[in-house]
């Protein structure tokens, strides 16, 4: 990692801003400033949900080098390669590239940490 290419950041809480920029309107995203601070190759939000949630969502895949979820908060289950999975507050979940997978519900307090890279990728809905 290059110097220019790479530089310090720092996402304060006192100054987060959450909006609805992300894949899901449900959602609202907090962008940590990772994809700035490394030219695009990862990037971090903290996601938390507006609502509690049942249905609603597409099945989709991403294509990405990485995608980990850190939940800090409540609960949300999705189905991904024939395997329903319920992850709460302290668990994780690292997804792989292409695997085609779908929210089934989440918590109204739901809170979470998405790490990628890089920090845009591909979405692809899947019948």
Known sequence: MSA??????????????????GLWSHFEYRNLGIAEATGGRFGAHVIRAKEAREGGFKRHKHELDFQMIYILRGWFKIEAGGEVITAKAGDSVCQPSGVAHVTIACSDDLELIEITSPAEFPTIDVA
């Open 4 to 21: 220019d290419s790479s530089r310090f950041s720092v996402s304060y809480a006192k100054d987060a801003v959450f909006a609805p920029q």
